[in-house]
Every structure is written in C-alpha cells, then in structure tokens.
C-alpha cells in the first residue's frame, strides 16, 4: 500500500467519524411510537432511547387495572425500543451511503451503540 492509499483511507475512516457522530447528535430527532393492548397503552421514544411521551386509555387507571397496566407500559416500550432500533440502522445508513462501504456480515449499527 502506497502512502496516498493510506492518506485516502485515513481521511475516509475520519469523514465516516464525523458522519457518525452527526448522526448520534441528531439521534434525538428520531422517534419511534410502540403501541400495545389494541393502542390502549402508546409509548413515544427517541433515538437516544428516551421516553418523550405516554399515552394511557383512562379507563386503565383503577387500582384494578394496575398490574394490566404495568404489563401494556413494559409491551409498548419494548415495542419502541425494537422500532427505533430500525429506525436507527435505516437511518444511518441513508446518512453515510457512499462514504461507507458495503460490507457483507458487517453491522454498521454496532458503531453507534
């Protein structure tokens, strides 16, 4: 390998860097919505994997209701989580889409978690 290969490689792996970390810095714009028991329960989640909003039918807020209700919230917030999972690698790999090569068995998602 010759010095201007290795000069061509070093400014890719840092244009890469920088489009990764732009993309974790607007991470936060991303969001996913998980629903679970028919929509009764609906959890908003970013892409940093925060909770920004939750959505509960009134009619689940009864003492009676409280173990149903804790089991939609865990439902829907694992349904987000998946969601904006997809969400994400999508995403990512819109944004570095010929900066990146194509790597057979590589997961571009791994350098952002």
């Given at each position: 390998m010759n010095m201007m290969d290795m000069f061509g490689m070093l400014g890719k792996a840092k244009e890469i860097q920088t489009k990764i970390q732009e993309f974790k810095d607007n991470a936060v714009k991303l969001t996913a919505l998980g629903e679970a028991g028919g929509g009764m329960v609906k959890v908003t989640m970013n892409g940093k994997k925060?909770?920004?909003?939750?959505?509960?039918?009134?009619?689940?807020?009864?003492?009676?209701?409280?173990?149903?209700?804790?089991?939609?919230?865990?439902?829907?917030?694992?349904?987000?989580?998946?969601?904006?999972?997809?969400?994400?690698?999508?995403?990512?790999?819109?944004?570095?889409?010929?900066?990146?090569?194509?790597?057979?068995?590589?997961?571009?998602?791994?350098?952002?978690s």
């Open positions: 925060h909770l920004v909003k939750i959505d509960i039918e009134p009619s689940l807020l009864k003492p009676e209701e409280a173990t149903i209700l804790q089991d939609l919230i865990v439902a829907a917030t694992n349904k987000a989580a998946m969601e904006i999972d997809t969400i994400m690698k999508e995403e990512l790999k819109k944004q570095t889409e010929g900066v990146l090569p194509n790597i057979p068995g590589f997961d571009l998602a791994s350098l952002i």
